[in-house]
């Protein structure tokens, strides 16, 4: 969660990013900044129905954050304007579409009571928010208009947040073998892990 809000620390600053793709006026600039993020929007619902669908949520946060990597990777690497806009629908939508599914998921591991779940919801969350506190930090204002620190840094987090994702997969799906051969011996029902 934590890693996940610092890779989405751009979000504070992309007016500014988009400043600096040179598309002129304020007003340009401004409305240019709101597509990446419609986009985003859409593939957030298409990404979260298909992943209640097949009642899987790591892959379907590694994906998106894989491409928040490529685009992150594609700012630092160019100063072509176009590309380095394409490449801001990509981090844009990499990171808003994992974002609500890490929540969702976080909340589905915790399948204890729903006094539990409140609580455990509530420390994640604040937990969580100590990646947008950290984050505005990577956009120095020498840095302009490129940012490239602060995109290595979005770059890496984004890479953390997939590992974990990936890691927690491989735990949780040790502990619903655990789960299973427990069941099987006592006969009570299985309650798995949403991997």
């Known amino acids: 969660m934590i890693s996940n809000h610092f890779a989405y620390g751009f979000n504070y600053f992309y007016p500014s990013i988009v400043r600096g ?3 002129g006026s304020r007003t340009i600039t401004l409305v240019c900044t709101a597509p990446p993020f419609l986009l985003a929007a ?7 129905m298909h992943s209640d669908k097949k009642d899987e949520r790591s892959l379907h946060i590694v994906a998106p954050m894989c491409t928040a990597i490529v685009g992150f990777a594609i700012s630092v690497g160019t100063l072509n304007q176009p590309a380095r806009y394409f490449a801001s629908f990509l981090f844009v939508g990499g990171c808003f579409a994992s974002n609500g599914l890490i929540y969702s998921w976080a909340a589905s591991v915790l399948n204890d009571t729903p006094e539990k779940k409140a609580v455990a919801g509530a420390i994640i969350n604040v937990l969580g928010q100590v990646g947008n506190i950290g984050s505005p930090y990577f956009f120095r204002s020498q840095d302009s208009p490129r940012y490239i620190m602060a995109m290595i840094l979005l770059m890496v987090f ?6 974990c ?4 997969k491989f ?3 040790r502990a619903n073998k655990k789960i299973i051969m427990r069941a099987d011996e006592t006969g009570e029902p299985r309650r798995l892990f949403t991997t």
């Open 21 to 23: 793709f040179g598309f």
């Open 42 to 48: 859409a593939i957030s619902f298409g990404l979260a």
């Open 158 to 163: 984004a890479g953390l947040c997939a590992a």
């Open 165 to 168: 994702c990936l890691f927690l």
């Open 171 to 173: 735990d949780l799906r």
